[in-house]
């Protein structure tokens, strides 16, 4: 049964993996092409804590734009990257702590934003990285819970 389960952990792993690689560097986000990539990281880089997620709460607030505009954007960013907090720690198990999981998500996802940003594929935003890294803490703690549950189950069946 372990082994079933591992084999289905791996391919939705893979899946997932597939999935967020398309959203991240696939999905079209306008042309660029023509702007030097200095003006571009210029006008799409935001690092100013919270200037996004405030801009977009405002915008709800005050209905100045398409409430799924800033839904999708703030609750995307969170549910990209909590399925990393339950995928990595399964399968590598020096990430079942919060230090060395969170230091490894922080490079990930900075990566992400600076790949993005090179390739003209996204902005590279500080909001960005925030929303992401709740996610993923979110899926961490999903992650501990279960296995702590699981932990939980075995010594009271023993």
């Known amino acids: 049964m372990k082994k079933i389960i591992r084999l289905l952990m791996g391919i939705g792993f893979l899946i997932y993996l597939l999935v967020l690689t398309i959203l991240l560097f696939f999905m079209s986000r306008g042309f660029w092409s023509d702007m030097p990539l200095i003006e571009y990281m210029k006008q799409s880089s935001n690092l100013v804590p919270f ?11 005050n209905e ?28 590598i198990k020096r990430l079942n702590k919060l230090k ?39 899926g961490f703690g999903l992650w501990k819970a279960m296995t702590a549950r699981k932990a939980k189950k075995k010594v009271v069946n023993v």
Do not use: W
Not at 51 to 61: N, P
Not at 64 to 72: D, T, V
């Open 64 to 91: 100045s734009m398409n409430l799924i505009i800033p839904i999708k954007n703030l609750a995307g960013n969170v549910a990209a990257f909590l399925p990393m907090g339950i995928f990595l720690p399964y399968f």
């Open 51 to 61: 200037k996004t997620i405030e801009g977009y709460l405002l915008a709800m607030a």
């Open 100 to 138: 060395p999981f969170a230091f490894a998500m922080s490079v990930m996802i900075v990566s992400v934003e600076i790949i993005q940003l090179v390739t003209r594929r996204g902005s590279l935003d500080i909001d960005d990285f925030i929303l992401n890294i709740i996610g993923a803490l979110v």
